[in-house]
């Protein structure tokens, strides 16, 4: 079972920045296209962008022109840069392939606040 582990969440400002991370247990980064997903309370959990092994990535509308993915191979790591941070991105934030189905990890809560 791969395992995945989601850090670099915590409490932010409005138009703050945080980065998050993801290394899973297995390296399978460069085989999966990978995405990144948050679940916002009383909410369904949503994908709000993916990245391919050759490196393109997408976005969901509510995240475009201020989340960027990217990855390194070498470290087995996904990273979602999010940046000019809403208080509507406030939710748990989780990695997983770009369909989904491996075991969720624990995610890391982001919190934009005032």
């Known amino acids: 079972q791969v395992q995945l582990v989601e850090s670099g969440g915590g409490l932010v400002q409005p138009g703050g920045s945080l980065r998050l991370s993801c290394a899973p247990s297995?390296?399978?980064?460069?085989?999966?296209?990978m995405g990144w997903y948050r679940q916002a309370p009383g909410k369904q959990r949503e994908l709000v962008a993916t990245?391919?092994?050759?490196?393109?990535?997408n976005y969901a509308d509510s995240v475009k022109g201020r989340f960027t993915t990217s990855r390194d191979n070498a470290k087995n790591t996904v990273y979602l840069q999010m940046n000019n941070l809403k208080p509507e991105d406030t939710a748990v934030y989780y990695c997983?392939?770009?369909?989904?189905?491996?075991?969720w990890g624990q995610g890391t809560q982001v919190t934009v606040s005032s």
């Open positions: 997983n392939t770009a369909h989904g189905f491996m075991n």
């Open positions: 990245i391919t092994p050759s490196g393109i990535t």
């Open positions: 297995r390296s399978i980064i460069s085989i999966y296209a």
